[in-house]
Each structure stands twice: as C-alpha cells, then as structure tokens.
Nanobody, 126 residues
Framework: QVQLLESGGRLVQAGGSLRLACAASGRTFSNYAMGWFRQAPGKEREFVAAISRSATTSDYTDSVKGRFTIAKDNAKNALYLQMNSLSPEDTAVYYC???????????????????WGQGTRVTVSS
C-alpha cells in the first residue's frame, strides 16, 4: 500500500507559477513510476506528466510541454510538478499517482496506476 498526499494547489493569476508536491509513504518509492493527472470541472481526468521510477525518463502531454516539469526525489519520497506560464485552461484538480513498475518507463494511461492521491486544486484566474 502506498499513500499519496498532494499539496501546493491554490489560486494564481494567469502567467504565474506553482509548484505542486506529492508526498509518498508506505513502500519503496524508487520502485514506483509516478504521474500527474488533472481533472477540470465537467471533464474527464487527463494525463499531464509522468516519470519513470528511476526519474531518468519523463513524458508530458503536448499542452504543457515547455511549461511544466516533473521531478521525482527518491531520497525524499517526493514527486513534484513545477508549473510555469499558467493559463486558465490549466485550472483543475491535480492528482498524483503511483505505479509499481518493473520497467523503467513513464506511464501515461490512468488505468496503469495503482495508487492515487486525493488531489490538490489549482485555479488560474485570467
């Protein structure tokens, strides 16, 4: 069992930056690939960014490439999402997720993940 707790979401103006964090506990963090997903009001949950268990490989959805950066600190059992140049379209609840992984790859499909946090709300005002 892995417990995930997101933090860092808040109201921010368009063009601003936020850093989300996800604290993990319960199992060996380095065995898990991690991902960030988001769900906007009235929309389905969508992939944002993912990182391999060793943190050597990452992947992003096209809309955030060049603006968001995912990072994984296996020593601190922590996952981060640095979000820059935020726009109102980034408004959503952001979730971190963990997948027990044999392969050292990032995973972009929600159904691939084993554990989910409760989410942290990001609101970007125009």
């Amino acid at each position: 069992q892995v417990q995930l707790l997101e933090s860092g979401g808040r109201l921010v103006q368009a063009g601003g930056s936020l850093r989300l964090a996800c604290a993990a506990s319960g199992r060996t963090f380095s065995n898990y690939a991690m991902g960030w997903f988001r769900q906007a009001p009235g929309k389905e949950r969508e992939f944002v960014a993912a990182i391999s268990r060793s943190a050597t490989t990452s992947d992003y959805t096209d809309s955030v490439k060049g603006r968001f950066t995912i990072a994984k600190d296996n020593a601190k059992n922590a996952l981060y999402l640095q979000m820059n140049s935020l726009s109102p379209e980034d408004t959503a609840v952001y979730y971190c997720a963990a997948k027990s992984a044999i392969n050292d790859l990032p995973y972009i499909k929600p159904h691939a993940y084993d554990y989910w946090g409760q989410g942290t709300r990001v609101t970007v005002s125009s």
